[in-house]
């Protein structure tokens, strides 16, 4: 039987990291692992491909799916900056969600 082999692909399936942005209103972020910290002019998130801050004014979480690590900020972004691909942190309480 290969029940075996077709449950571990499925439980693993990475994940794609995508970002729209619209009128530097509302982003939309695909492939988030995890949230660090978060306030009215920062977000710093993990993905799929390291680390991103978004910085602003007024920013605000609107939405977030612990299942497939999506997310929707809205405020004034003014910029948006990765770090490191290679940077590992360890998971805050608040990124255990997106586990």
Request: proline share 2%; glycine share 10%.
């Amino acid at each position: 039987m290969n029940i075996g082999k077709e449950k571990q692909s499925e439980a693993k399936t990475p994940q794609n990291h995508s970002i729209i942005l619209e009128n530097r209103r509302t982003m939309t972020i695909s492939g988030i692992t995890d949230a660090d910290s978060f306030d009215e002019r920062a977000i710093c998130l993990y993905t799929q491909l390291g680390e991103l801050i978004i910085r602003g004014s007024g920013l605000h979480i609107d939405s977030m799916s612990v299942e497939t690590g999506d997310m929707t900020i809205t405020g004034e972004i003014q910029a948006m900056i990765y770090g490191d691909s290679d940077k590992k942190h360890p998971l805050t309480a608040f990124g255990k969600l997106f586990r």
